[in-house]
């Protein structure tokens, strides 16, 4: 009973002021704060505006009504109310104690509820039901944990896809600048604005890789919230904290498994340059070609092509 005193007491402490949480509100990630803690931390901010969590850093948007219209941390707020008066109270009935658990309701009732306004519904004893919830809670946390090996294998497969394009795109950059020095000088401002293109393309991949990052940090942020709330909740909780948290941890695994960040993917561009033959300098095309495809559309007619043209007039 230490442990689950001792978890109860982490769990219902705000990590702004370390006292008990006063109308505890919830972040993304699960922490809880007291409401005039992050109105306090968070002043400066208007809604709208993105905040990171105090613990973790995980980022999130204050919304639209600003700190107030944050989640209420019910889960916080249970603890709390059972941790003052030093039992598992019943909701309805302040004086019993909870002891089972009404299936139909999905809630911890006391036996008076059961034999009052339960009478008909399938009623179990909390501890049972708690020992029957933990495979289920276990799986969920078993496919998070999944997930989040397969985001972290696609984050390190994307860092390699943008340093590989990076050296080509260097690679291509070089070639260009050695094919133009061939050309006259009146060709100058042509290789410019080819450079220019080449760095806008390269610039707008970097910034795409950089965005799929932030979205997979972001979800890992998330199922590793979820993991070490969830692991404190099922090695230090108590029966009766399991039964309560169980359902809304279920909802919060379901919502971080449907949605699919490794469906995010980033697909760097496909950069090659072909110099144009100096020898036979034509009149619409002194450099060459540069053509970016993408892995979504290999080899197609709309692919983006960038021309540098320098019109000189007639040749005889």
Do not use: W
């Amino acid at each position: 009973m230490a442990g689950a005193a001792t978890v109860t007491t982490d769990l219902t402490t705000c990590p702004i002021c370390l006292n008990i949480c006063d109308n505890p509100k919830a972040l993304p990630c699960l922490h809880g704060f007291c409401l005039r803690c992050l109105e306090s931390l968070l002043s400066n901010k208007l809604p709208g505006d993105k905040a990171c969590c105090p613990v973790c850093m995980q980022e999130f948007q204050i919304p639209s009504d600003g700190v107030g219209g944050l989640r209420h941390h019910f889960i916080v707020q249970q603890l709390i109310d059972m941790n003052r008066l030093r039992e598992n109270p019943c909701d309805k009935h302040a004086d019993k104690e909870v002891e089972l658990y009404c299936r139909d309701c999905k809630e911890n009732i006391c036996l008076l509820c059961s034999a009052v306004n339960h009478r008909d519904h399938k009623s179990i004893e909390i501890r049972e039901m708690a020992d029957r919830f933990r495979p289920a809670m276990n799986d969920a946390d078993e496919r998070v944990m999944s997930a989040i090996s397969s985001v972290r294998e696609q984050s390190e497969q994307t860092k390699q896809d943008a340093a590989e394009f990076l050296g080509k795109a260097e690679d291509v950059k070089k070639i260009i600048v050695a094919t133009g020095d061939v050309v006259k000088h009146s060709v100058d401002s042509q290789i410019n604005d080819m450079l220019m293109k080449l760095e806008s393309v390269t610039s707008a991949s970097s910034h795409e890789a950089e965005s799929v990052q932030d979205k997979y940090q972001l979800a890992l942020g998330n199922m590793e919230s979820f993991h070490t709330y969830s692991q404190d909740l099922l090695d230090k909780g108590r029966p009766s904290d399991i039964t309560r948290a169980a359902c809304e941890l279920q909802v919060r695994a379901t919502e971080l498994l449907d949605s699919d960040t490794t469906a995010v993917e980033y697909h760097p561009p496909h950069v090659t340059f072909t110099p144009a033959d100096v020898t036979q300098m034509k009149r619409f095309n002194f450099i060459g070609k540069l053509t970016v495809t993408t892995k979504e559309q290999p080899g197609t007619s709309c692919l983006l092509h960038l021309y540098c043209q320098l019109f000189l007039g007639h040749l005889t």
